[in-house]
């Protein structure tokens, strides 16, 4: 089993940035990659920045250029930068883990809410 707590939302103004981040416990050793994604009211859980393979990140195109996608301590703790945020960017952000045999586990999710 994988836990994930994740930190950091909260209300920004239009133009500000937030940094999240995501702590895994439990069996880390077994998780294969970390990211990021969100849900905003009445739309489907979307795919915000993952590591891929390796160190290779995918980010959604609507938040490239904004946000980056860090960790830190191999596969303990990953973060989210978010700069310039857009009201459109308010959401339930989620870290995710993938772990060996492709079994997912979500945090609890954290509320960003930028207003304009």
């Known amino acids: 089993q994988v836990q994930l707590v994740e930190s950091g939302g909260g209300l920004v103004q239009a133009g500000g940035s937030l940094r999240l981040s995501c702590a895994a416990s439990g069996a880390i050793f077994n998780i294969n990659t970390m990211g990021w994604y969100r849900q905003a009211p009445g739309k489907q859980r979307e795919l915000v920045a993952v590591f891929t393979s390796g160190s290779s990140t995918n980010y959604a195109d609507s938040v490239k250029g904004r946000f980056t996608i860090s960790r830190a301590n191999a596969k303990n703790t990953v973060y989210l930068q978010m700069n310039s945020l857009k009201p459109e960017d308010t959401a339930v952000y989620y870290c995710?883990?993938?772990?060996?045999?492709?079994?997912?586990?979500w945090g609890q999710g954290t509320q960003v809410t930028v207003s304009s």
């Open positions: 995710n883990a993938v772990a060996m045999g492709w079994v997912n586990y």
